[in-house]
């Protein structure tokens, strides 16, 4: 079992940053890819970022690349996104999830997650 919690979630004005952490407790955390994921209001969860085990490989959604970036220090057993050049589409609850099998980018291949953190970015 892995738990996940993050934090760093909150209100910033068009166009900031925030550094969202996720802590997993466990100490089976480097050997889990880690994603985040996010869910605006009335839409379904989607996909945001991800990082391999070891964290030398990463993927992104288009709608992040290039503002937002994933690392993890599995000493701390943590992930972090950076998210810079927030905007309003931004908006949402932001999930971490940690999968244990090669995963790629939807909810179900995911097996942990946390409970979320909001984010909103008003104009």
């Known amino acids: 079992q892995v738990q996940l919690v993050e934090s760093g979630g909150g209100s910033v004005q068009a166009g900031g940053s925030l550094r969202l952490s996720c802590t997993a407790s466990?100490?089976?955390?480097?050997?889990?890819?880690m994603g985040w994921f996010r869910q605006a209001p009335g839409k379904e969860r989607e996909f945001a970022a991800r990082?391999?085990?070891?964290?030398?490989?990463?993927y992104y959604a288009d709608s992040v690349k290039g503002r937002f970036t994933i690392s993890r220090d599995n000493a701390k057993n943590t992930v972090y996104l950076q998210m810079n050049s927030l905007n309003v589409e931004d908006t949402a609850v932001y999930y971490c999830?940690?999968?244990?099998?090669?995963?790629?980018?939807?909810?179900?291949?995911?097996?942990?997650w946390g409970q979320g953190t909001q984010v909103t970015v008003s104009s």
């Open positions: 999830a940690a999968g244990s099998r090669p995963i790629g980018t939807r909810t179900y291949e995911y097996d942990y």
């Open positions: 466990g100490r089976t955390f480097s050997s889990y890819t």
């Open positions: 990082i391999s085990r070891s964290g030398g490989v990463t």
